[in-house]
Nanobody, 119 residues
Framework: QVQLVESGGGLVQAGGSLRLSCAASGRAVSINGMGWYRQAPGKQRELVASIHSTGRTMHADSVKGRFTISRDNAKNTVYLQMNSLKPEDTGVYYC?????????????WGQGTQVTVSS
């Protein structure tokens, strides 16, 4: 099974930058895609960005031009570069991976990392 460990969250002023990392470990499986979600107080968890096994990426409209998802296959790590941060970006960010094993579909989540953007 896949285990995800996140890092890189913290407190930053508006306009600043942070880079989140999500390292995957465990037995080899077929990864379909990885993504970053966030959840602000009183709101539902939302998809921020995702990257497919083909390398295709998607970014939510609210973060386009500011956030960039990428991966390093050699390190089994996915990143979220966050620039020009806004207070509304504040929330707990979760890494997610969808994978297959023996015709079964699975989803794994990181522990979450807090991102706080002050005005």
């Amino acid at each position: 099974q896949v285990q995800l460990v996140e890092s890189g969250g913290g407190l930053v002023q508006a306009g600043g930058s942070l880079r989140l990392s999500c390292a995957a470990s465990g037995r080899a499986v077929s990864i379909n895609g990885m993504g970053w979600y966030r959840q602000a107080p009183g709101k539902q968890r939302e998809l921020v960005a995702s990257i497919h096994s083909t390398g295709r990426t998607m970014h939510a409209d609210s973060v386009k031009g500011r956030f960039t998802i990428s991966r390093d296959n050699a390190k089994n790590t996915v990143y979220l570069q966050m620039n020009s941060l806004k207070p509304e970006d504040t929330g707990v960010y979760y890494c997610n991976v969808n994978y297959q094993s023996d015709y079964k579909f699975y989803s794994a989540w990181g522990q979450g990392t807090q991102v706080t953007v002050s005005s």
